[in-house]
């Protein structure tokens, strides 16, 4: 059995917004890092093309997160 992550990128933070988007992408991309020093077989985000979200283009947000987490 494997078991992972599937996660996306909101760019909705309550009501307040009290979060900016390149902590948003920052938190996701520790996600990333965490779940890869833990073990976890995988970590997956969804593709949104909406202004709330910040995750048009996954491929590039796991390469990123992939760099970090093997260094």
Known sequence: ?????????????GTLNTLSSVDAMEQLLHRIELADQVGLDGFGIGEHHKKEFLDSATAVILSAGSGIANN
């Open 1 to 13: 059995m494997e078991i992972g992550i599937d996660s996306f990128a909101s760019a909705m933070y």
